[in-house]
């Protein structure tokens, strides 16, 4: 509802308003008013306190609430499990069944790469449940949110001294989000220089999904760039298709440390030859885990790079968001971040997931300088850790010329799958008896795993998930000795449930023992999966539920 107001009476509205700490939108010459199903009675006679309306004489006759008419009627949440539970106890105890099926950070590490799943502290949380930042309107007025400003602005300096960037904008909701924003900033640049016409961008095959995704969206067309079998970029195919493009090259969108874990020898040859041919460059930042505190984007020759806070810098994003990508970037492009005068917003609140934003402060301020550092160093160390105790039992596919990895490494069990017919997956299912998530699989490489151990996980933690994995790799001997049939093996039937391994009959090959109890530490701290096997391809084609009939 939209009240028409004189400028004298806007004050003195206004005024009153605030005084009942409520906020409207307040326009040139008029209030909006948006109530919505939460309102009350009470709310509406203090809107018309405010607005002089309240007086002897006057009541209040409106329906509150959902009209008659807009009622549902039809039946809804029929469901038992909707009205099954209905103690505080029962509750609990339905969530922690749910929560039980869950093999998650509480048993043993994430060990998942290209994606960062590093530690959430209790501390760097906690602030997010306070209602001073929890429930600030995204809109409300600055001078109600200069504490909350005082925190955004923070951050986004340690951002631009951590990036080595001249401005950053905290409006970005994902990695993928602060790509699109950031190939705006390159479009609003070349667009101010007159050169409207260079859309080509270009991308280098190992290139995470959504860097050619974003470069369609923002109107560019691709060209890709080869890779060396070493896995960097291929430097002549570069500056091949530098001059093939010279007059129409708008970017270089690259990762780095590249998407497969290693960092890139050529990387500032590599901007030197995109700027040399008048375009810009777009670093990946998702993998900045391996650069704080060592080496910064925008010194290495960037232009604009965006972060995910929801890998780099603490956010939990397992559930799948939300996320936080702001970018930083170059003197040049700061005018043509999102929300300037020149480019539009790319979410629609100024500061994206603004209520997130206290847990990467929290992670900043709680390590420092120093602290973030080593954070870099450990991570690095950690994931050269797990590369160097796996390679004799799984080749270790990239390493930098000096044999050593970045922040995470993959490895390669493809040659199983040749003389065992042991696969990707029948390991990562085999993890699950030992207790283990499963890395990431068959990204960037299909058949192979990517793992990134982090900062956050200690010696004795990475030795048993390396004892995990090098004791699967003996499983898959004793399916080449012959000991085991290829097809009927702890590996194949991977994972075993207390059921199946408890159940009177038991026709395999190998002991009940050895199915559920692989190795000695499970004595003491044993995750029962939940379900056996399920074809993953059959599963996702033949959808039946398992579930109570609906009533
Ligand atoms: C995660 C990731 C992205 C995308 O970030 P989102 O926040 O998931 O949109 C882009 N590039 C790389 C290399 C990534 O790992």
């Given at each position: 509802m939209r009240v028409k107001l004189s400028d004298s009476d806007m004050k003195t509205f206004r005024r009153a308003a605030e005084a009942k700490r409520i906020n409207l939108r307040w326009e040139k010459s008029a209030a909006v008013i948006a109530l919505d199903e939460t309102a009350t009675e009470a709310d509406l006679e203090d809107l018309l306190e405010v607005f002089g309306a309240k007086g002897p004489g006057l009541t209040l006759d409106i329906e509150l609430g959902i009209p008659e008419n807009l009622r549902r009627t039809s039946k809804f949440l029929t469901h038992k499990v909707f009205?099954?539970?209905?103690?505080?106890?029962?509750?609990?105890?339905?969530?922690?069944?749910?929560?039980?099926?869950?093999?998650?950070?509480?048993?043993?590490?994430?060990?998942?790469?290209?994606?960062?799943?590093?530690?959430?502290?209790?501390?760097?949380?906690?602030?997010?449940?306070?209602?001073?930042?929890?429930?600030?309107?995204?809109?409300?007025?600055?001078?109600?949110?200069?504490?909350?400003?005082?925190?955004?602005?923070?951050?986004?300096?340690?951002?631009?001294e951590i990036t080595g960037f001249h401005a950053v904008s905290l409006q970005p909701n994902a990695g993928s989000q602060g790509e699109y924003a950031g190939l705006l900033a390159i479009r609003g640049a070349l667009d101010a220089r007159g050169q409207q016409h260079r859309k080509v961008c270009l991308i280098p095959v190992s290139a995470h999904g959504t860097n050619p995704a974003t470069a369609s969206m923002a109107g560019m067309s691709i060209v890709t760039v080869a890779c060396l079998e070493d896995g960097d970029i291929d430097l002549a195919d570069l500056k091949k298709?530098?001059?093939?493009?010279?007059?129409?090259?708008?970017?270089?969108?690259?990762?780095?440390?590249?998407?497969?874990?290693?960092?890139?020898?050529?990387?500032?040859?590599?901007?030197?030859?995109?700027?040399?041919h008048g375009g810009f460059v777009?670093?990946?930042?998702?993998?900045?885990?391996?650069?704080?505190?060592?080496?910064?984007?925008?010194?290495?020759?960037?232009?604009?790079?965006?972060?995910?806070?929801?890998?780099?810098?603490?956010?939990?994003?397992?559930?799948?968001?939300?996320?936080?990508?702001p970018i930083g970037v170059v003197k040049e492009l700061a005018a043509y971040l999102p929300g300037s005068a020149a480019v539009s917003a790319v979410s629609s609140a100024p500061f994206g997931s603004a209520s997130i934003l206290p847990i990467s402060w929290m992670y900043i301020r709680m390590m420092g300088p120093d602290g973030l550092t080593s954070a870099t160093k450990n991570a690095i160390l950690n994931a050269n850790y797990i590369a160097k105790r796996l390679e004799e039992s799984y080749p270790?596919?990239?390493?930098?010329?000096?044999?050593?990895?970045?922040?995470?490494?993959?490895?390669?069990?493809?040659?199983?799958?040749?003389?065992?017919?042991?696969?990707?997956?029948?390991?990562?299912?085999?993890?699950?008896?030992?207790?283990?998530?499963?890395?990431?699989?068959?990204?960037?490489?299909?058949?192979?795993?990517?793992?990134?151990?982090?900062?956050?996980?200690?010696k004795a933690e990475l030795d048993r998930f390396c004892d995990a994995m090098i004791s699967i790799r003996e499983e898959a001997r004793r399916v080449e000795k012959g000991e085991w049939p290829k097809n009927d093996n702890p590996l194949k039937n991977a994972p075993h449930t207390a059921e199946a391994v408890t159940a009177d009959a038991w026709a395999r090959p190998y002991s009940r023992e050895t199915a559920a109890y692989p190795a000695a530490w499970l004595r003491e701290r044993k995750f029962w999966p939940s379900v056996g096997r399920v074809d993953g391809a059959y599963g996702d084609r033949n959808f039946f539920c398992s579930c109570s009939a609906l009533s």
């Open positions: 009205s099954e539970h209905r103690s505080e106890t029962e509750m609990l105890r339905y969530l922690r069944k749910l929560e039980s099926k869950d093999l998650s950070l509480v048993h043993s590490m994430i060990p998942l790469g290209s994606c960062t799943m590093k530690l959430n502290a209790a501390a760097e949380m906690l602030p997010v449940t306070w209602p001073e930042l929890g429930r600030l309107h995204p809109f409300a007025p600055a001078e109600q949110t200069l504490g909350y400003r005082e925190m955004t602005s923070q951050l986004e300096q340690w951002l631009a298709k530098a001059d093939e493009h010279a007059k129409d090259l708008a970017c270089l969108m690259v990762t780095y440390p590249s998407t497969h874990g290693v960092f890139e020898e050529g990387i500032k040859e590599i901007c030197e030859i995109v700027h040399g777009y670093m990946d930042g998702a993998n900045m885990n391996a650069q704080v505190g060592l080496c910064r984007p925008g010194d290495i020759g960037a232009d604009v790079c965006h972060l995910n806070l929801h890998k780099t810098f603490c956010i939990p994003h397992g559930g799948g968001g939300p996320g936080m990508g270790v596919l990239f390493k930098g010329k000096n044999g050593l990895v970045a922040h995470e490494c993959i490895v390669d069990p493809r040659n199983l799958k040749v003389m065992a017919d042991v696969t990707v997956d029948d390991i990562a299912k085999r993890l699950m008896d030992y207790g283990f998530h499963a890395p990431t699989v068959s990204f960037p490489v299909v058949a192979t795993l990517m793992i990134e151990p982090t900062e956050s996980e200690s």
